[in-house]
């Protein structure tokens, strides 16, 4: 019987525009909400099949919220340096607590701040996830999560890099005397080392070991009789160097130079420019470090030329690193911690997850969303690749709520509730109205 349907009818508005009500309710609350993605009501008629010709049975309506997870909201500048937001597609990797075996979720909410252990979580308590560089800014991509580790930056305190490599950029003079084969006393290995025989060319890099310590490493040029060669000695002081050959004599032979002055690979002693070993005496483990002194044929490195001999350059890795005093993150991702002694190290790079259908991604406590089989499977690429969006430091993204639309939606709302309300007592009426017709 119709009037019995549309009792149902009525009953289903008052459902449908609760469920909207609900939904513009969350909207207007969270309006200030870093991240928030407003949330729309799509009503979906209800059908009972019927003949054109027939009688009409009334059916229905019923709602269903959709989430609008693909609308970015306004980038907002911040002071903060930890505060984040993709400027296009992409979200954050989040984990709720710090254990692996933790799900992985996805947000937009970069309002991220350091915990009392020094890790990386924002307001809705989500650990940012990063992929862990090493010592040469290279890390582990293979698409799987559980690389990924919780941003930590406090753990750094104290740390320190063994020295690996130092490049060299120096000009020996051309026109110096050669220190003749016959002179007394005659050159032999070790003669720079000890101060037997005053080099022609000396200079002093620090290097660090594993322990943090700094060690100095002389580097001794002599030039010979034969013509664009210099003798060479690296060497370090015995009481920090226990092995060499002279003690503390780490590495020795000649170094010679094309006509033009750019260095000659080929006709230099090999081993100046493979690893050199080192066996600290305090302890720390042994090292290897490259002395880089430049390309065969180019003078990017040593160079023989008649000025002045000296060192032009040096570039060497290895530090010791003090307490972290702040971070910074670039727009490629690369989060740099920033020690008081004035060095800085880059530590982690931040992953952006890529979805098919974002649309389809499930919204879970937190202001995040969770992958589910509409979304299709996710890809973690780097800052601006692959289709994803770059990451925009000291900026929030704020929420995508229109204020003025959710206050029209809800009068709206509000008036199409009212209208269901009256479906039910007209229906009630009339059904009266029927109950009477025989006293």
């Known amino acids: ?98 254990g692996l075996s933790d799900d992985v979720y996805f947000t937009r909410a970069g309002s991220f701040r350091p915990d009392p252990q020094g890790y990386l979580q924002n307001t809705a308590g989500m650990y940012l996830m990063g992929w862990p560089l090493d010592a040469s800014g290279d890390y582990v991509d293979n698409g799987d999560v559980n690389v990924l580790s919780p ?144 390309t065969d044929g180019q003078a990017d490195g040593l160079t023989q030329f008649d000025s002045t001999s000296t060192m032009i350059s040096s570039n060497i890795d290895g530090a010791v690193f003090g307490n972290v005093t702040g971070v910074s993150v670039g727009k490629d991702g690369v989060v740099t911690a920033l020690f008081d002694n004035g060095l800085t190290r880059a530590v982690y790079k931040l992953p952006i997850a890529t979805f098919q259908n974002p649309e389809g991604l499930q919204s879970v406590q937190g202001n995040a969303f969770a992958r589910t089989d509409y979304s299709g499977d996710f890809e973690l690429v780097g800052s601006g690749t692959g289709g994803a969006g770059q990451v925009s430091p000291k900026t929030l993204e704020a929420s995508t709520v229109d204020l003025a639309k959710e206050f029209t939606k809800l009068i709206t709302t509000q008036r199409a509730y009212s209208a269901s309300a009256r479906i039910i007592t007209t229906a009630d009426e009339m059904l009266t109205e029927l109950n009477q017709l025989k006293r």
């Open 151 to 294: 941003i930590n930056i406090a753990s750094l305190t104290g740390t320190a890099e063994a020295t690996t490599s130092a490049k060299i950029r120096a000009n020996l003079q051309s026109s110096q005397e050669p220190y003749p084969a016959t002179a007394t006393p005659a050159y032999t290995t070790g003669s720079l080392a000890d101060g037997t025989i005053k080099a022609h060319f000396s200079k002093t890099v620090k290097v660090y070991d594993s322990q943090g310590s700094s060690h100095n490493i002389t580097m001794s040029f002599l030039k010979t009789e034969n013509p664009n060669e210099w003798a060479v000695e690296l060497h370090g002081d015995t009481a920090e160097v226990l092995n060499g050959t002279p003690p503390g004599v780490v590495a020795s032979g000649t170094i010679t130079f094309n006509e033009d002055g750019s260095l000659n690979l080929g006709a230099s002693t090999a081993a100046l420019f493979q690893p050199v070993d080192f066996d600290w005496a305090n302890g720390a483990s042994d090292s290897q470090i490259t002395f880089n002194f430049g």
């Open 1 to 98: 019987m119709s009037l019995y349907a549309a009792l149902y009818s009525g009953t289903s508005g008052l459902a449908a525009n609760s469920s909207a009500l609900g939904i513009i309710s969350d909207n207007i609350t969270n309006v200030n909400t870093i991240g928030y993605k407003a949330a729309d009501a799509e009503f979906m008629t209800l059908v009972t099949e019927s003949s054109n010709y027939g009688s009409y049975s009334p059916g229905g309506v019923a709602a269903r919220a959709r989430s609008l997870i693909g609308a970015q909201g306004l980038l907002q500048t911040s002071t903060s340096a930890t505060d984040l937001a993709i400027d296009g597609n992409g979200f954050f990797v989040v984990r709720p607590d710090l």
